[in-house]
T-cell receptor, first 112, second 112 residues
Framework: KAGVTQTPRYLIKTRGQQVTLSCSPI?????VSWYQQTPGQGLQFLFE???????NKGNFPGRFSGRQFSNSRSEMNVSTLELGDSALYLC???????????FGPGTRLTVT | AQSVTQLGSHVSVSEGALVLLRCNYS??????LFWYVQYPNQGLQLLLK??????LVKGINGFEAEFKKSETSFHLTKPSAHMSDAAEYFC??????????FGKGTKLSVKP
């Protein structure tokens, strides 16, 4: 089975712009979670989608949003980018509940 | 509140020596615990998981972890370190929202 894929792998944006990241889960997995990883804050949960519905959300501002499509692929969007949004964004998929998650390689976002 | 504490942000061992990475958790409900490994510029790879079936859990690449409820610990061990084990290790807890709650991680260095 193919693993979780994320595109793009690297992205450079300017403050104030917006960005969309994409995640394709493992075939058959219906739950997709997003995490932000930074040196200072570590790994933090953004949100989780299951069957196109956001089930859970972490403590991030409304500039961070996401969605899930009928084929379970997910996108996350960050609007009005700030320097502090520079991070590795990781997507993870699982069969049903959000436990035992399988991670993609991440998208490295740099905001200048 | 649920939380994870990984003792030691950096651990250094010699090749062939025992690897011991410490993880303590706090949870008011029976925990789901995991160990993941992250190599530079990559996503997280699942090493093993604890879901109450057995207290000694064997994972991939020769790693194992023992769940000790009385000590609220889930330490990771490997009898003999290999150079390829150098990476960052995380032991997240399955959160009540279905997300993974991460500690700060432990970077393992292996000396030749």
């Amino acid at each position: 089975k193919a693993g979780v894929t994320q595109t793009p792998r690297y992205l450079i944006k300017t403050r104030g712009q917006q960005v969309t990241l994409s995640c394709s889960p493992i075939s058959g997995h219906r739950s997709v979670s997003w995490y932000q990883q930074t040196p200072g804050q570590g790994l933090q949960f953004l949100f989780e989608y299951f069957s196109e519905t956001q089930r859970n959300k972490g403590n991030f501002p409304g500039r961070f949003s996401g969605r899930q499509f009928s084929n379970s692929r997910s996108e996350m969007n960050v609007s009005t980018l700030e320097l502090g949004d520079s991070a590795l964004y990781l997507c993870a998929s699982s069969m049903t509940a959000a436990y035992e998650q399988y991670f993609g390689p991440g998208t490295r976002l740099t905001v200048t | 509140a649920q939380s994870v504490t990984q003792l030691g942000s950096h651990v250094s061992v010699s090749e062939g020596a025992l690897v011991l990475l410490r993880c303590n958790y706090s949870s008011s409900v029976p925990p789901y615990l995991f160990w993941y490994v992250q190599y530079p510029n990559q996503g997280l790879q699942l090493l093993l998981k604890y879901t109450s079936a057995a207290t000694l859990v064997k994972g991939i690449n020769g790693f194992e972890a023992e769940f000790k409820k009385s000590e609220t610990s889930f330490h990771l061990t490997k009898p003999s370190a290999h150079m390829s084990d150098a990476a960052e290790y995380f032991c997240p807890l399955g959160g009540s929202q279905g997300n993974l709650i991460f500690g700060k991680g432990t970077k393992l260095s292996v000396k030749p």
